[in-house]
């Protein structure tokens, strides 16, 4: 398998990885090491990708100690750097990583199974993201470099860091969403500590030289390894003040609380969702399959803002299955640098878990199609093996669960997989009160060409989601737009200049317009004394 691109692979397998970067250096761990395997199979074996440092509680405080003196109380050279000099740092940063493209893309295909060219999308995104987040800081310090006057009061406004920020991405966006939170903690800055996801993590081994020749020591730090093991020290150390993470609800329920003060956490959550989609009887059917196929399938549905559940309505569903079930067929299926639609899923327990779902909907009466065909409950036993060890493959066919019904696992559970769930309604009330008996929150999309219909949908999805798709797949970009969600589906919003907001307070200096104290801080001006009290434009 892997001799059919070894040519372009342009590292050596395996990679065996053995340092972090901790206090502005490079240490080696020598001890315990975490393997990391491919989703691809070289026969009926996963091909062995390499190895990270396995870190102790112990370790990974060592981390935390880093970033506690890099802040050192908000007087650190980072914290207190004006806002043009960190920006040098990031462009500096920016210009190093871009040389690791080919490194970064083809570590994430072999990783996560993202095919090319969404691999290649994920890097070229991360890039546009960071150049667009220097830009909007730069716009956010220009309308901070004046003072306002009220009352006789002069006051100086900006935004200053928090403090430590602990930042976890998730494996399905393991560049991409890392960097939509590092990056503006940083900015802003706060000190890191970046705990890599379990799956999409040897890649980072290209940055740690780069993050180390770009900031000042302690401002950016990573622990590897188990996370129970290496976040639980550090957040019940009580020392994080921010805790941005990209996961489950679970996990950051489970980290938070272990947080002394909780209401001291400063938490920027991107969780669990199941989207739905609503099609109504006037929609056109070639449009809603392509954006339901690309909703729902797209990174083999491993993305939190995929369409998880499909409801259409009775009259136009016969027709909504044929064109579905035909595009399907044609999908292409393989490896990721084939560039195939649907690649080996990450996770070595998603498939088992994928078809204990459809069985479960078939025993209940739903209909199953794998790749556009109808399959029997009986012919499952066939992609179900005896336990999930005994896996000989990741590539999952996409399956259709027709005439899904509440009592149905598959109706609340989050798949976040090659799984199209439909379910058809009589009644708009149906999925309506769906979304309001929903854990979830994050967007919703809705096929129809009646405005009128449109609107009535409308109005009331905007209180339960935060995005209405209209004639449209569910999805975060724009990354200008702001990204969030309402119960288990987030905490904060994300957007280029949200998250400068998010990772940073408003601090101010004052003082009464009296003479005396307009002398003195002309002076603090005129001779530049001041980082923060400083009215410099940045051209
Ligand atoms: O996994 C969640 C991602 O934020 C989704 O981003 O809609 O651009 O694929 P996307």
New binding site residues.
Partial sequence: MLNEIEEIIPFKLPIEQKESLINGNLVKFNEDKVDIYSPIYEGDKPIYLGSHPKMSGQEALLALDAAAKAFDNGNGIWPTMKVEDRIKSVEKFLTMMKKSEKEIVTLLMLEIGKSKTDSAKEFTRTIAYIEDTIFALKDLDRTSSRLVIADNVYAQIRRSPLGIVLCMG?F??PLN?TFTTLIPALIMGNTVIVKPPKLGVLFFKYLLPIFEQSFPPGVVNFIYGDGATIVSPIISSGRVDVLAFIGTSKVADIIRKQHPAPHRLRCVL?LDAKNPAIILNDADLNLTVSEVISGSL?FNGQ???ALKIIFVEKKIAKDFQRVLLEKIKNLKIGLPWEDSFITPVAEKTKPNQLYKLTEDALKKGAEAFIDGLPVELKDLKEYLPENENDIKSQLVKPIVLWDVRENMDIYSIEQFGPIIPVVIFDSIESPLSYIIKSQYGQQASIFSNDPKKISKLIDPLVNQVCRVNINSQ????PDIFP?TGRKDSAEGTLSISDALRVFSIRSLVAFKGTDENKEIVDRILDERLSNFLNTDFIL
């Fill in positions: 998730p399905n966006y969403e991107g797209s993305r939190c803002t569910c999805q975060r970009g990204f």
